[in-house]
């Protein structure tokens, strides 16, 4: 967990000696990242740069398993987990062993009355009992290398279930085993069709039942291999298994339902291997609002995280975040198997000029790009549709030239254009024999091109030969039922392969070893305090962080000393630890431009102090700063990701428009200048009504060292906000004109 105790070192470079003692928290067992050629690689809080890849070959596919708490018994609900078991354990080829004190045989197969007594090491336990704690001991001591434990009342259940899951845990940490569960189900062993092709994909389920609307893809031709259904993660989790099928050379695409994340930094490391990899995860997660959020903490136990840091924290790393389950399978059906698109363009081809136009007015609203044909494209699409007719794009054919042979010249044309990486027909419903000719010609038109092709079928029915047998029976084109989702996975397409094309790991860049900005902050950091605003700014320009020319007086004389020292205008603020919002209290004056205004306002300034009973370390004399953008720029600490860094617009506004974007450390440039390219004002920063372009380039450098101050100091700096950072023109900075940091 980025930033946290809980995470897989100690977060705190001054505590780097417990780690070469090789006093590693528990957890740490299995958590250890390591690089491709073993050897440790943390950042510069101790931190793993790289995912731990665990090795589940044996897993998904044992040589030998057993069975603990088998049954043949009719009426008990071990006994059809039993059957299906046997039943998989036949299709993989693994020899099965029940495991029962009772019994001498279970459905004909010789049954053994404990783990010791097995007649070989197996590679898989699978727990049918009510308490698998006193299990994992044994299964240790004959060291077996996977357990699944379905047994539920455990952290779904609330703090006593959380304390016996924990139990559970720290002894399967110690036995060196890896468990699935509790609280899971049998989706890992369902039966996968063996007679599909192509890139497959991989389904990951904290709810068994979720995952269904994706699995039952293969009734549809489309392949899936594997199947993690993770329960309550008492040991392996959505990260691990994240990290393993991106490395599967059969597994095309992700597919995940997440209720909660056990380990934010786990997680990223998880979704940066995939991206590294080009292996696209698409995600349902839910706890966007406070009930869902309530729900998925009951069933799995497990935080939920801030959705807005989750959020961006998938979308920083590539992850492709859904909202339903329909959105699940078609988003992931579509990136498993289509090929890298060859153009962003998308042209939307249809035989009514209504249903084109609604189309593209919803594919445009969503970002796809809906470029305009040439004119020679154009004239070249006018041989076959008439010249009343609209084919700029989106293109209407008008109907009837679907029904013969120019049907498929007005395809291969429209596809023949190099700006055209996506066609899209919509046929909103059968109208035979059109709609027969018009999907058979699109399905042989997608046979012989390397660019893709979707159709939405919008019949309610699905039962017509064209969408059952001629659609569905294509490997290279993508049917959908729905223009929404069609215009989701579309969009995930090209976004995901614009992302990875262009993939830098921000781990790769991420310090190993403390900056001397490090070192001078730690000599101002006050643990457990909230720092004055003279002392935030001061470590503001420990990280080299410009603040306005000020100095912190005690006295009026000395206030009027410093005022000619810093220049006239100035700003006097008081200044004490306990100061979060001085505004309010009348704690700010702006505008003094003589002595006498200062004098006087150092004495109304320590007044109102002593009067509200807030203690002051002294007044501000500042440099007065009026033309910019009020930005502002922060810290906090997320319970699952640890530091988080936050930008917006700032001054009065932050609370009120509350428009801001946020990014996991470490990042990079780019992801810098993603942040401020999604606020809605950041129209403001390149000048509106006749103001000045802002220091868009100063602001991004402010960013980039609040991040580095937020990975060096780790879970130290409890809270940083400048609020307002003011963003000067173009080639003039940016200047942190108040700061507020709580150190913990």
Request: glycine residues 10%.
């Amino acid at each position: 967990m980025l930033g946290s105790t809980h995470g897989t070192f100690t977060t705190d470079p001054r505590r780097a000696h417990v780690v070469a003692c090789g006093e590693l928290p528990p957890h740490a067992v299995h958590g250890r990242a390591v690089t491709a050629d073993g050897a440790d690689d943390l950042d510069v809080s101790g931190r793993p740069l790289h995912a731990d890849v665990p090795d589940l070959d044996r897993f998904f596919r044992p040589e030998s398993v057993a069975v603990i708490g088998a049954s043949d018994a009719e009426g008990r609900p071990n006994t059809g987990i039993t059957r299906q078991l046997i039943a998989w354990a036949e299709r993989v080829g693994a020899r099965l062993h029940p495991v029962h004190p009772t019994r001498g045989s279970v459905f004909g197969i010789s049954c053994f009355p404990s783990v010791a007594d097995l007649p070989e090491q197996v590679d898989l336990a699978v727990l049918l009992v009510g308490d698998p704690l006193p299990v994992i001991e044994q299964l240790a001591e004959e060291k077996v290398r996977f357990a699944v434990a379905f047994a539920s009342g455990f952290a779904e259940t609330g703090e006593e279930g959380a304390a016996a899951q924990e139990r559970l845990a720290a002894a399967v940490r110690r036995s060196g085993l890896r468990l699935l569960g509790p609280n899971t189900n049998l989706n890992a062993f369902e039966k996968f069709r063996d007679d599909l092709e192509g890139p497959a994909i991989a389904l990951i389920t904290q709810s068994g039942h979720q995952g269904r609307p994706v699995f039952t893809l293969q009734e549809l031709g489309i392949r899936l291999s594997h199947w993690a259904p993770t329960g309550n993660e008492a040991d392996l989790e959505t990260a691990d298994f994240i990290s393993y099928f991106a490395g599967q050379p059969e597994v095309g695409a992700i597919a995940a339902y997440v209720e909660g994340l056990k380990d934010g930094r786990a997680f990223l490391l998880a979704a940066d291997r995939a991206a590294r990899n080009g292996v696209p995860v698409v995600a349902v997660k839910v706890g966007r609002t406070e009930t869902g959020a309530r729900m998925a903490a009951s069933h799995t136990g497990k935080l939920t995280g801030a959705d807005a840091v989750v959020d961006a924290a998938m979308r920083q790393f590539g992850v492709i975040r859904v909202d339903g389950l329909d959105e699940l399978q078609d988003t992931s059906a579509l990136l498993a198997r289509a090929r890298p698109p060859r153009a962003d363009g998308v042209v939307v081809y249809s035989i009514s000029g209504g249903t084109g136009a609604h189309f593209s007015d919803l594919a445009t609203e969503a970002g796809l790009t809906l470029p305009t044909l040439s004119d020679a494209k154009q004239t070249e699409l006018h041989q076959w549709i008439p010249d009343y007719l609209n084919v700029a794009n989106p293109v209407d054919n008008g109907g009837h030239p679907v029904g013969d042979w120019r049907g498929r010249k007005i395809i291969d044309a429209i596809l023949d254009d190099p700006q055209v990486g996506v066609l899209i027909c919509p046929i909103t419903g059968p109208f035979p024999p059109m709609s027969d000719k018009l999907a058979q010609d699109l399905v042989d038109a997608a046979e012989q091109t390397d660019k893709l092709v979707c159709v939405v079928w919008g019949s309610p029915v699905g039962t017509e030969e064209a969408y059952r047998t001629t659609l569905l029976g294509s490997s290279r084109v993508a049917t959908f039922r729905t223009f929404a989702n069609c215009i989701t996975a579309v969009r995930a397409y090209l976004d995901h392969h614009r992302f990875t094309a262009g993939y830098r790991s921000p781990f790769d860049e991420a310090p190993r070893s403390p900056s001397p900005s490090f070192r001078k902050a730690q000599a101002l950091m006050r643990p457990g305090q909230q720092l004055s605003e003279h002392a935030a700014k001061q470590l503001l320009r420990a990280y080299g962080i410009r603040v306005p020319r000020e100095q912190l007086v005690t006295s009026a004389a000395a206030a009027v000393r410093a005022a000619g020292l810093v220049g006239y205008p100035v700003v006097m603020k008081a200044s004490g630890p306990q100061l979060a919002h001085k505004t309010e209290l009348g704690l700010v004056k702006i505008g003094l431009t003589s002595a006498s205004q200062v004098r006087d306002a150092y004495r109304e300034l320590t007044d109102i102090a002593r009067y509200e009973g807030v203690p002051l370390d002294g007044v501000l004399v500042c440099q007065m700063v009026e033309r910019g953008v009020e930005m502002v720029v922060g810290v906090t600490q997320d319970p699952l990701f640890g530091p988080t860094v936050t930008v917006g617009l700032g001054g009065v506004l932050v609370e009120v428009l509350r428009d801001a974007a946020v990014r996991v450390p470490p990042f990079g440039e780019n992801q810098a200048q993603a942040m401020l390219s999604e606020l809605r004002g950041r129209a403001l920063l390149d000048g509106v009504r006749g103001a000045p372009p802002a220091d868009v380039d100063a602001l991004v450098e402010v960013v980039l060292r609040v991040q580095r101050m937020a990975l060096e100091l780790g879970e130290d700096i409890a809270e940083l906000d400048i609020n307002p950072l003011m963003v000067l023109p173009r080639g003039q900075g940016a200047v942190a004109l108040d700061a507020f940091a709580v150190c913990r």
